[in-house]
Every structure is written in C-alpha cells, then in structure tokens.
C-alpha cells in the first residue's frame, strides 16, 4: 500500500517527490502548455483580426456591400473553423498528455504493473500518425497565417514612405497608393478599390488598422508556436509507441 508523502519520514517524502517527478512525461507537457498558448493566441487574435479587416474592407476599399459579400461569407466561415479548432486541439493536448502519461513507470508503479494489448499499441500508433498529419496541416496554417501579415506590412510601409515623401515637393504623396484589389481578395470592380496620399495615411492611423496588424502578426506567431508544439508531440509519440511496442518483451519505462 502506498502512504502519501506526509505520513513518511523526511527522507522516504523526499525520495517519494523525486520518483513523481522522475516520473512526469515533461515533453508531452511542455508540448501541451505551447500547444494550448500558440491555438489561443491564433484562434483569439486571429478572430478579432478578421473582424477588423472586414471593417476596414467596408469603410475604405469597398463601399458596396455586393463587392465583398463572398469575402464576409468566407471570413465568417473561418471564424467559426476557428472555433472548432480551439475545442478540438484542447481535446487532442489533453489526450495526448494522459497518454504521455499513461506510458511512465509512475503510473505503472501507481496503479499496479500491466500488460500492453494489440489495441493498445494500435491506439498509440494512431496518435502517431494523426500527431504526424496535424504537423504537416499546421505547417500550411502557418504559411497561410503569413499571408494578412505580408499584405499589411506593404500598406504600413507604403504609409511611412508617404510620411516620408511629405516634406518632398517634387513626389507628391497622392501619386503613392495601395490596391487591395492585386491581392485578389475583392473584386476588379469594387468601388473604391483602392487608397492614396493623404487617405491611405488615414486608414494606417486607424484603430482598426493598429489592431488588425498586430493581431495578425501575434496570430502567426500562434501558429508558428503549434508547429512546434506539434513537433514536440512527433517525437513523444513516436518514443511513446516504441515503449509499448518493446513492453511486451521486457519491462521498459518512459518519461516521455
């Protein structure tokens, strides 16, 4: 019978502390606070970002609703994948730690020793391959996150070389603009389309404008930050299903 570390000597609590924690799958729980932290940051920051592009598309660069309605559409989609996505990795980092766990010699010696099955080494390796898949689907989110990132930063530039250009007689400032309709995400007909000189320099001195960047930016650091996590799970969960492979023929542990 197990006695809890109160009820031994200072020397029997201490060596019972450093078997729990020589015991705890570190990487599956480091992996799992970067997991949970990117997906907030790109799920929270990546809704409000998307709200204030539609507003900025709407007051600035399409002025009728017709001309970016499939955009709102699309957008709206996307903030509610991006629901799904915050449950279901929340789901997955808690499975995955309770399977890092699951594979420790502090469960074994907590709750008895015990036999690995066929099914249980099939379900570790179907983690594998999911965790693996994931990696390679988020590698493309964070690609794709890069994009309103790259997009925003040419207009933020464009405005500092307006800024620039003012005390410039020869290059007026209203020469310089910036066409939202090049990145394809409105239609050649929208009305205006387009934003110069001293009306572009107002759209970057906007709240919307200021919010929406930065938000972006902290969403792609998000994603950037699960491609890591999800490289961290790769290999806990390939450690994970050798252990149970090889627990069959002799008594191995993990701290993965």
């Not at 915050?86 to 766990?101: D, M, R, V």
């Not at 699951?102 to 080494?121: D, I, N, Q």
């Not at 009306?199 to 969403?219: P, Q």
């Amino acid at each position: 019978m197990l006695l809890p570390c109160s009820a031994v000597p200072y020397s029997g609590c201490f060596e019972c502390c450093i078997k729990c924690l020589g015991g705890v799958p570190y990487a599956s729980l480091v992996a799992t606070i970067l997991c949970f932290s990117g997906v907030a940051l790109f799920c929270g920051c990546g809704h409000v970002a998307l709200t204030g592009t539609v507003s900025i598309l709407e007051q600035h660069f399409s002025t009728t609703a017709s001309d970016h309605a499939l955009l709102s559409e699309v957008i709206q989609l996307m903030q509610y994948v991006i629901y799904g996505i915050a449950s279901f990795f929340f789901l997955y980092g808690i499975i995955l730690l309770a399977e890092g766990f699951y594979t420790t010699s502090a469960v074994k010696e907590l709750h008895g020793e015990f036999k690995t099955t066929a099914c249980g080494r099939c379900i570790s390796g179907m983690f594998v391959f999911l965790t693996y898949v994931l990696g390679v689907a988020w590698l493309g989110v964070f690609g794709f996150s890069a994009v309103p990132v790259f997009m925003f930063y040419n207009i933020w530039s464009t405005c500092e070389v307006i800024k620039s250009f003012q005390s410039n007689v020869t290059v007026p400032g209203d020469q310089i603009c910036v066409d939202i309709r090049q990145y394809g995400i409105i239609p050649w007909n929208a009305v205006p389309g387009k934003a110069c000189g001293p009306i572009l320099e107002n759209i970057c001195n906007t709240n919307e404008f200021y919010m929406s960047y930065h938000l972006f930016i902290v969403a792609c650091a998000g994603a950037g930050a699960t491609v890591i996590a999800l490289l961290i799970y790769m290999m806990a969960t390939t450690y994970n299903y050798a252990v149970l492979k090889f627990k069959s023929r002799e008594d191995c542990c993990t701290k993965f």
